[in-house]
Structure formats: C-alpha cells, structure tokens
C-alpha cells in the first residue's frame, strides 16, 4: 500500500521555477521507480520524468531534459521535480506515479505505475 502526497503546484511567469514535491507514505520501493507525468485537457497523460529509488538513474523526456530535474531524498520518502526556465507550454496538471519495474518502455509510460498522486496544477504564464 503506497500514498502519495503532492506539493508545489502554482503560478509562475515564463522563465521562472517551480519544485515539485512527492511525500510517499507505505512500503519502500528499493528497486522501483517514481515518476513525474503531466497532463493537458484533452490529451493524455505524458511521461516527465523518472528516478529509480535505489539506482538513482534518470530519465527525461525530450521537451523538458536540460530544463527539469527529478530527485529524490530516500530518508524522507520524497521524490522532487525542479522545474527551471518554465515555458506555457508546460502549464499542465502534474503527477507523481510511484512503483514502476523495468523495463524501460514500463518506467516511462503511465500504464508501468500502479500509484497515482492526485495531481497538481501548473499555469505558466507569457
């Protein structure tokens, strides 16, 4: 059983930051991922970012690698979105996913994740 508790949502002005958090509560994850997805109206829910909790090795979608950084603090449960040089094209609604096994095509796509956050809301503005 995993619950996963999101913050840092918000209003931010094109080229601004934002951190994400993602608090896990429950078993502990060992050899698994979590992940950061985002979501438009409309559209599906896309792959951002994941982290292995063991390994640390991440992964990053094209449209935001060299902008966003996952991390993680595995003394807190608690896994981190730093977003930077924010774009409106990144305003979307953004979830935490928890417990992902490999192999890749799982850790990077919504149907490898079997704990969803409730999502939190970030508006990037022009």
């Known amino acids: 059983q995993v619950q996963l508790v999101e913050s840092g949502g918000g209003l931010v002005q094109a080229g601004g930051s934002l951190r994400l958090s993602c608090a896990a509560s429950g078993r502990t994850f060992s050899s698994t991922f979590m992940a950061w997805f985002r979501q438009t109206p409309g559209k599906e829910r896309d792959f951002v970012a994941a982290?292995?909790?063991?390994?640390?090795?991440?992964y990053y979608a094209d449209s935001v690698k060299g902008r966003f950084t996952i991390s993680k603090d595995n003394a807190k449960n608690t896994v981190y979105l730093q977003m930077n040089s924010l774009e409106p094209e990144d305003t979307a609604v953004y979830y935490c996913?928890?417990?992902?096994?490999?192999?890749?095509?799982?850790?990077?796509?919504?149907?490898?994740?079997?704990?969803w956050g409730q999502g939190t809301q970030v508006t990037v503005s022009s």
């Open positions: 982290i292995g909790w063991k390994s640390g090795n991440t």
């Open positions: 996913a928890a417990d992902a096994k490999p192999p890749i095509v799982r850790v990077t796509s919504r149907s490898g994740y079997d704990y």
